[in-house]
């Protein structure tokens, strides 16, 4: 039997829920939190991601935003417009379909590789989803810009890319469909270019400073972009895919571009003149070592490539401690990722050599690429390009002669290129990568504007590219623990949370509604959860959600009292009176926004 008491006051709390149908309630968010995450996660902001119900995957490497995704996506764009727009840059938003013709203009359609989406139309008319926007900005440049006075500008957008990665994982870390901002800059001379550098640099700080992120800012490879100076934005974290080295002087290098101090000795030509020696069954270089009694830095280590792009084959040699550092490689040999394969036995064959046994010595037919290391190895024992047979007492200069650069990948107990201290190395996620494009783009593709002299000049570029939902995920890796997310206020999908322990008890839940609308009048961006489930349920969802400010209306409604759970800071539940409960939330969370 219902009591007329109960119904009344059933009543009454449906009619709250219901009152005014702007309220945002939890039960009408499609939330979609989820006990555990499927198993294509391996990292942790992946896998909360997934959990909180902010993306939903739909094939490798494509992702959907849902309601809260989409929210923290949007506030991360407004935080890099409004940076982008107080530098001075203009935005625009550039469609993702671009002309084969343009790639052909600028010499990467043949260039760039798989990872270019390409197809045609009915009329069978070529055409890329844009990976980047380098072409197609610089083709707008040539009809925007009309007079050399309109000069710098930067152009930027915030628009979807489309990369067909080999290996896409790690959710939104490495997608084949995200969003990048993308800026261009276009100047008259080399030092306007450094100037829109430097400013673009700056705006990155301020922008990454902003939403929080600990990050490391250092000298980059160039890569498929090309040009002639570049820096990474690296997020701290272990799970990050590229390796920094960096040293307390203040140098910092991704480790595709980080070099090392060479320790120059002289060398002695008095060593006698090289022998060969019978290796049987030797297979790595510790084998070789071992069985000559040498170290494996005495030994040089050959590593064979075929480059499909220029059709030639090349030997690079370093110390056998070392490893071959292929984007060096790739650089020297002006080719591509894409283009640059290991040599198979039949190109050993055809360099005069066996696969296993390659040394300098009689090498033909292909590039000998030496890095500087070895002009400094005091004796080498190398390959006899013959099987089961080595050198010793082989020199640089003496015995063999090659292409000497710095080819080498940078290990543990490297020494720091400028100031000679051992270099350190750390890990991080690339979220924004600046270059100076120079007139790589704007040479071929006759991007000029007219001089005092009357004269064509190419503009001189740069170009610039945040990864926005890349560093959306690297938040989520850096603020997390093992309940769920932790949203820095500034970021965070909503700020407030306010829940009635029982919706059934109306002194609860007449003060939840009461602090919420009160919230609402002050404009925050608050939630109510209506659910009929247990409190220990609903803080679950929260605590995974990762809402800043979660409110909890229990027994001491009745004396106005709720507890306050600071997700984003501590954790800990304070008792706080109802009545100081909105200027509480309002002065910090004005606080947090405005740091
Ligand atoms: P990576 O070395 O990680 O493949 P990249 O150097 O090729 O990246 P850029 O061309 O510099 O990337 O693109 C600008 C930014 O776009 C990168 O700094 C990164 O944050 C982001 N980005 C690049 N590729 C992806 C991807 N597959 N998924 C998500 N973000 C990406
Ligand atoms: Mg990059």
Redesign the pocket.
């Known amino acids: 039997m219902i009591l007329w008491q109960d119904f009344r006051k059933n009543a009454i709390i449906k009619k709250l829920f219901k009152e005014e149908v702007v309220k945002l309630l939890a039960s009408k968010m499609l939330l979609s939190t989820l006990k555990e995450a499927p198993n294509e996660a391996k990292i942790a902001s992946h896998i909360l991601l997934l959990r909180a119900g902010m993306i939903k995957n739909e094939v490798a490497?494509v992702y959907n935003y849902l309601p809260l995704g989409l929210k923290t996506l949007t506030k991360i764009e407004q935080i890099i417009k409004k940076h982008m727009d107080k530098s001075g840059s203009l935005e625009i938003v550039c469609s993702a379909i671009q002309p084969k013709e343009y790639w052909e203009e600028s010499g990467r359609w043949n260039k760039y590789g798989p990872e270019l989406i390409r197809f045609s139309d009915r009329h069978e008319r070529e055409f890329c989803l844009g990976?980047?926007h380098e072409e197609v900005f610089t083709t707008l440049a040539k009809d925007l810009i009309k007079s050399s006075k309109s000069l710098p500008v930067i152009l930027y957008q915030i628009q979807t890319?489309y990369?067909d990665?080999v290996r896409?994982r790690f959710g939104?870390?490495?997608?084949?469909e995200?969003i990048?901002k993308?800026a261009y800059s276009f100047d008259k001379d080399e030092e306007g270019l450094n100037n829109s550098y430097e400013l673009m640099r700056k705006t990155y700080e301020d922008i990454f400073d902003e939403l929080g992120l600990r990050y490391e800012i250092v000298l980059a490879d160039t890569?498929?972009?090309g040009g002639n100076g570049s820096h990474?934005?690296m997020a701290l974290s272990e799970i990050g895919?590229?390796e920094i080295a960096y040293c307390e002087c203040g140098y910092a290098a991704d480790t595709e571009k980080a070099t090392s101090k060479v320790i120059t000795k002289e060398v002695s030509t008095n060593l006698p003149n090289y022998s060969e020696v019978d290796t049987p069954n030797v297979k790595t270089i510790l084998d070789l070592a071992n069985y000559l009694n040498v170290k494996e830095e005495e030994v040089l280590k050959a590593v064979a490539y075929k480059d499909l792009l220029n059709n030639k084959l090349a030997v690079v040699f370093v110390r056998g401690d070392k490893e071959v550092n292929p984007i060096k490689v790739i650089n020297k040999l002006n080719t591509t990722e894409a283009n640059l394969v290991m040599a198979s036995y039949e190109d050993i064959l055809n360099m005069g050599s066996v696969d296993g046994f390659i040394g300098p010595i009689g090498l033909k037919n292909c590039e000998v690429l030496v890095d500087e290391e070895v002009t400094y190895m005091p004796s080498i024992v190398t390959g006899a390009n013959l099987k089961d047979k080595h050198l010793k007492n082989v020199l640089y200069g003496r015995d063999f002669k090659g292409i000497v650069d710095d080819y080498r990948l940078v290990k543990a107990g490297d020494l720091c290129p400028v100031c000679g201290k051992p270099l350190q190395f750390e890990r991080g996620i690339?979220?924004?990568?600046i270059f100076k494009l120079g007139d790589k783009y704007s040479k071929p593709m006759k991007a000029y504007y007219v001089d005092e002299d009357n004269k064509n000049v190419p503009y001189v570029m740069g170009c610039y590219?945040?990864?926005v939902?890349?560093?959306l995920q690297a938040i989520v890796e850096q603020y997390h623990d093992d309940y769920g997310i932790k949203w820095p206020v500034k970021v965070a999908p909503y700020h407030v949370v306010i829940l009635p322990v029982n919706d059934k008890d109306l002194e609860q839940v007449n003060l939840a509604n009461k602090l919420y609308e009160e919230c609402k009048a002050l404009n925050m961006e608050v939630i109510l959860d209506d659910r009929s489930q247990k409190l220990g349920f609903k803080l679950k969802d929260w605590e995974l959600i990762g809402i800043p400010f979660i409110v909890i209306c229990g027994k001491k409604a009745l004396d106005g009292v709720v507890e306050l759970k600071r997700r984003y800071k501590d954790d800990n539940k304070e008792e706080v009176e109802a009545k100081n409960l909105v200027s509480l939330l309002e002065d910090e969370i004005n606080a947090e926004l405005r740091s």
Do not use: H, N, W
């Open positions: 490497g990976p980047t890319k990369r990665e896409p939104l870390m490495r997608a084949r995200f990048m993308d890569g498929a972009i990474q934005f895919e590229s690339e979220v924004g990568q590219g945040i990864g939902t890349r560093t």
